[in-house]
Each structure stands twice: as C-alpha cells, then as structure tokens.
T-cell receptor, first 117, second 112 residues
Framework: DAGITQSPRYKITETGRQVTLMCHQT?????MFWYRQDLGHGLRLIYY???????DKGEVPDGYVVSRSKTENFPLTLESATRSQTSVYFC????????????????FGQGTRLTVV | AQRVTQPEKLLSVFKGAPVELKCNYS??????LFWYVQYSRQRLQLLLR??SRESIKGFTADLNKGETSFHLKKPFAQEEDSAMYYC??????????????FGAGTILRVKS
C-alpha cells in the first residue's frame, strides 16, 4: 500500500528491554521524523533525518537511537525502555520544497502506542 | 532554536461563534509555518500553511513577523471542527536538513 505505515500499532514491553518501532514510506520522501505525543506536551521531536545516512537529534533524543540505511525506512529503537517512554509515537515524512526549504506537507503514520511496564 | 508556543490547552466555544487558536513562535530566520489537525481516531493531517495563503474549511492564518504569531481563525465554528490543533514551524535548511517542530496543541471543542 502506498503511504506511510508504522508497526507495531500497539506494544507492551518491560522496563529494560530493547524495542524497535518501524516506519516505512513509499513516496521516497527525503525527510523522515519521529515524534512522541504526550498529554500536556503535544508532539515532541525525537529524531529526524534529511536523507539516507543523515540523522540528527530533535528535542528529546535521550534513550533513543535511529538509523536510516534506506530512504524508505526509519526505525526507532529504545535501547533500554523506561516507564517514562510510555507514549504514542508518530512517524512522519516530507519532501523539500522548491525553494529548498521544508515547506511541503508532512504525512503522518497512524501511530504506535507503547506501554512500558 | 525553533520553538512554538500554543498557550491554550483547551478552547471551548459554541457553534457559530468565532474561533481563534493562538500560536507564537521563536526563530531567528525566516520560518515556514503550518497548522495541523488531528480529528478523533484519524491521522494528523495538514490544515494549512502560511506560504499558500489559502483558506481551508473556513480557517485562515496570517503570519505576523512583528508579533511572531500565526494565529488560526474561523469566523463561525462548526461542530465538526472539534479536534486537536497543532501549530508547527520549519526553519531554513541547514547541514543536517531541518526540523519540523510542533507546539503543545490546543483542543478545540465546539458545543451545540
């Protein structure tokens, strides 16, 4: 299916375990993003990537690792999950606009609800 | 640094009343600003962007660089406007590309 998909949709894991959230897009968009959505904080950027093998930290990167070996995939790994990482995680993709700025629409996945117990 | 502030967590209005969702930003360069909306059980989606200067679903937003604001307005609220609204900012492309950062969001509740 065309679009951007996240897997799994729901995940329960134990404190200290490693867990990877997957994100796949079919448009070959240059940009990909990971956000977490928490009540009172809105959407906070964890990591972003401007192209394959180019990634950078967002606002709340601690405890997370990303990679982007292929343009279409942008997995997010929690190296040792903590209860504070219980959240809804959203992946998004976008393209660079004609001016070189990122002024085009970002498309979001359906989200992954992660619970760390 | 890029920062977006949405001061209201919840805005509750009656159907037919005007709506203004506030958004202020902090960015030293020329920003690109957006409003995204998340309806119940739907994906987050773009509502409008300042570069397009368009009206979507009756909503408009004007970039005010002097006040560093990008408030979302609608003259007559409808019940189907009830949703979570996020203001977002993207700056100029840098070495690592650029971030797209969001505010904390405002829940709009339109009462009948």
């Amino acid at each position: 299916d065309a679009g951007i998909t996240q897997s799994p949709r729901y995940k329960i894991t134990e404190t200290g375990r490693q867990v990877t959230l997957m994100c796949h897009q079919t448009w070959s968009h240059s940009y990909m993003f990971w956000y977490r959505q928490d009540l009172g904080h809105g959407l906070r950027l964890i990591y972003y990537s401007a192209a394959a093998d180019i990634t950078d930290k967002g606002e709340v990167p601690d405890g997370y690792v990303v990679s982007r070996s292929k343009t279409e995939n942008f997995p997010l790994t929690l190296e040792s999950a903590t209860r504070s990482q219980t959240s809804v995680y959203f992946c998004a993709s976008s393209e660079i606009g004609r001016t070189g700025n990122m002024n085009t629409e970002a498309f979001f996945g359906q989200g992954t609800r992660l619970t760390v117990v | 640094a890029q920062r977006v502030t949405q001061p209201e967590k919840l805005l509750s209005v009656f159907k037919g009343a005007p709506v203004e969702l506030k958004c202020n930003y902090s960015y030293s360069g020329s920003p690109e600003l957006f409003w995204y909306v998340q309806y119940s059980r739907q994906r987050l989606q773009l509502l409008l962007r300042h570069i397009s200067r368009e009206s979507i679903k009756g909503f408009t937003a004007d970039l005010n660089k002097g006040e560093t604001s990008f408030h979302l307005k609608k003259p007559f609220a409808q019940e189907e406007d009830s949703a979570m609204y996020y203001c977002a900012l993207s700056g100029q492309v840098g070495w690592y590309g650029n971030k797209l950062v969001f505010g904390a969001g405002t829940i709009l509740r339109v009462k009948s």
